[in-house]
């Protein structure tokens, strides 16, 4: 599979239209995939208790969702859960909600859940736009995860780009006061866009002069792990709502 074909859990942009209309763009290809045996089983055993059902929508209560008030963040797109299941490990005293429309996906993480007992982590299996705009309150999050997302290189797929004003917009809206962005890419030229789009935000606060060091909560995926060793760079970017 080509590295930019690779399911992409992320939401919709808005095109305008020749006839000014609107209409919503996906930025993902939906590629449901086959899950295996023990995915299966995690997904019907450990999904009732930590997925978060869509339908219907409904503004969640972090404190009830959890057991307890702790920082939130939430995940965009967290493809098969690794780096999404070691971070909630690492930081047990934060509450992680991750947003994902790729079954197996899905499947993969709830079985790193079961595998390793994390419990402070939850799942929503829905378009993440819809489920920023139905169920997260306006400045709850202390912070967002959005880490290489798809990056659409061919130019006339650039509109698909998930890193767009429209979207950045709605982040910042969720987030609290110095609640912070953390984005990551392996492409360059996504890199550059995504950089560009957040300088342009007046609601956020670079916290480097461009790209960031990597935090060292952020390990490496066995995605990253395969482009690093094949020389690719990665970028991150954390921006903090002013």
Do not use: C
């Not at 929503?124 to 959005?146: C, N, R, T, Y």
């Amino acid at each position: 599979m080509p590295r930019w074909s690779r399911a992409a859990p992320y939401n919709f942009v808005m095109e305008e239209k020749e006839n000014l209309h609107l209409r919503p763009i996906r930025s993902f290809v939906l590629r449901q995939g086959r899950m295996s045996p023990a995915q299966t089983r995690a997904y019907e055993t450990v999904g009732p208790k930590f997925m978060v059902p869509h339908d219907p929508p409904a503004m969640l209560e972090y404190a009830k969702l959890f057991g307890r008030a702790a920082p939130t963040i939430v995940e965009i797109g967290f493809g098969m859960g690794e780096s999404t299941a070691a971070i909630a490990k690492l930081q047990p005293e934060k509450n992680f909600i991750g947003i994902e429309v790729h079954t197996p996906g899905v499947g993969a993480l709830l079985k790193l859940i079961g595998e390793q007992e994390i419990s402070n982590l939850r799942i929503v299996q829905h378009d993440a736009v819809e489920v920023l705009k139905q169920m997260i309150p306006d400045g709850s999050l202390d912070g967002f995860h959005i880490f290489f997302p798809d990056p659409w290189p061919k130019k006339r797929h650039h509109k698909r780009r998930l890193i767009q004003p429209d979207l950045v917009k709605l982040l910042v809206q969720k987030l609290k006061p110095d609640g912070y962005l953390h984005l990551a890419t392996d492409w360059e030229d996504y890199a550059m866009h995504m950089l560009e789009v957040l300088q342009a935000e007046p609601g956020l606060a670079n916290t480097a002069e461009t790209f960031a060091p990597r935090p060292d909560y952020r390990g490496t995926s066995g995605f990253e792990r395969k482009g690093l060793a094949k020389g690719h760079d990665v970028w991150d970017l954390v921006y903090r709502r002013k």
